[in-house]
């Protein structure tokens, strides 16, 4: 599944933004689905999870929990991650991913996801 990623941009602490992932080629509901990011030099961390058809199953990191929140529409083949309350420390490249195969309790995993997203840069203020 191709996957694009937006939604990315430059706001204040305690701002919010919402990412979106747009899929193509393949019905995105088929497919566990997550967002990580990767801030400059750390290593591309897990943020949030979504399990595939009714995507009742969902996971965050401790680091976003009540502030983020992944959903899906499966009218316009997208997931998104809704992000409230930003911080400096959420500044990174967002990047979404999907797997066609991958159980739930590698969610968190990047060697998991078989597709990746370009990745949307989100910078927060102090």
């Known amino acids: 599944v191709q996957l694009q990623a937006s939604g990315g941009g430059l706001v204040e602490t305690g701002g919010s933004l919402r990412l979106s992932c747009a899929a193509s080629?393949?019905?995105?509901?088929?497919?566990?689905v997550a967002w990580f990011r990767q801030a400059p030099g750390k290593e591309r961390e897990f943020v949030a999870g979504i399990h595939r058809n009714s995507g009742s199953s969902r996971t965050y990191a401790d680091s976003v929990k009540g502030r983020f929140t992944i959903s899906r529409d499966y009218a316009k083949n997208t997931v998104y991650l809704q992000m409230s309350s930003l911080k400096p420390e959420d500044t990174a490249v967002y990047y979404c991913?999907?797997?066609?195969?991958?159980?739930?309790?590698?969610?968190?995993?990047?060697?998991?996801?078989?597709?990746w997203g370009q990745g949307t840069q989100v910078t927060v203020n102090s």
């Open positions: 991913a999907a797997s066609s195969g991958g159980i739930w309790s590698s969610v968190g995993l990047p060697g998991t996801y078989n597709d």
């Open positions: 080629g393949r019905t995105l509901s088929r497919y566990l």
